[in-house]
């Protein structure tokens, strides 16, 4: 995870996409029951965790929505940071 002003290293992480339709986030362990998910760079932790409270707490509007937009990170974008 970042720290307050830290920025995470791209190349550790398999996938991006967006949690709730709202907060860019970086994936890996897709394949598992409990993948590894962290904000992406420029979001603060603060608003990945307040989405994460609100999106737990409220009835969900349709199956898949914690994850959407998943795609890989190619390897160039990955040999870039």
Same mark, same amino acid.
């Given at each position: ?7 995470? @290293?791209?190349?550790?992480? #398999?996938?991006?996409?967006?949690? *709730? !339709?709202? /907060? +860019?986030?970086?994936?890996? @362990?897709?394949?598992?029951? #409990?993948?590894?998910?962290?904000? *992406? !760079?420029? /979001? +603060? ?37």
């Amino acid at each position: 995870m970042a720290m307050f002003f830290g920025r995470v @290293n791209k190349s550790e992480w #398999e996938h991006t996409g967006l949690f *709730a !339709n709202i /907060v +860019p986030v970086y994936l890996r @362990n897709m394949e598992s029951g #409990e993948p590894d998910v962290c904000a *992406a !760079n420029g /979001v +603060p932790e603060w608003f990945f965790d307040l989405v994460t409270l609100l999106a737990c707490y409220m009835p969900l509007p349709y199956e898949g929505f914690m994850f959407t937009h998943v795609k890989p990170i190619e390897p160039t974008e990955k040999a870039e940071t």
